[in-house]
Nanobody, 124 residues
Framework: VQLVESGGGLVQPGGSLTLSCAASGFTFSSYWMYWVRQRPGKDREGLAVLWIGGATTAYADSVKGRFTISPGNASNTVSLQMDSLKPEDTAMYYC???????????????????WGQGTQVTVS
């Protein structure tokens, strides 16, 4: 099983960035796909979740209206479009997968079945 994030980088406040997660080694359509972030000194925070099969989504209040989770252009990928970025969005962003739908405000590593290594987003 592998989840590989890409697309992180440095962006100015108010800017946009799109993250991508490429999944392999499991039945992508049978899993809920998550984006989670960890800001410096904070717990991991669930941001968004997507059910590929039905295009069902949910968002944390902190990013609702600014971030959009969607299937990626390539097969077995999921994207996170981030708009109107703020300095407080600076974090390591992770892709995760789980058979259950549970978007948590505080996420322990064991909460989801599979995790990527993360991609750094800096808003400054």
């Amino acid at each position: 099983v592998q989840l590989v994030e890409s697309g992180g980088g440095l962006v100015q406040p108010g800017g946009s960035l799109t993250l991508s997660c490429a999944a392999s080694g499991f039945t992508f359509s049978s899993y809920w796909m998550y984006w989670v972030r960890q800001r410096p000194g904070k717990d991991r925070e669930g941001l968004a979740v997507l059910w590929i099969g039905g295009a069902t989504t949910a968002y944390a209040d902190s990013v609702k209206g600014r971030f959009t989770i969607s299937p990626g252009n390539a097969s077995n990928t999921v994207s996170l479009q981030m708009d109107s970025l703020k300095p407080e969005d600076t974090a390591m962003y992770y892709c995760a997968a789980d058979r259950m739908a549970c978007l948590r405000s505080s996420v322990q590593v064991g909460a989801y079945n599979y995790w990527g290594q993360g991609t750094q987003v800096t808003v400054s």
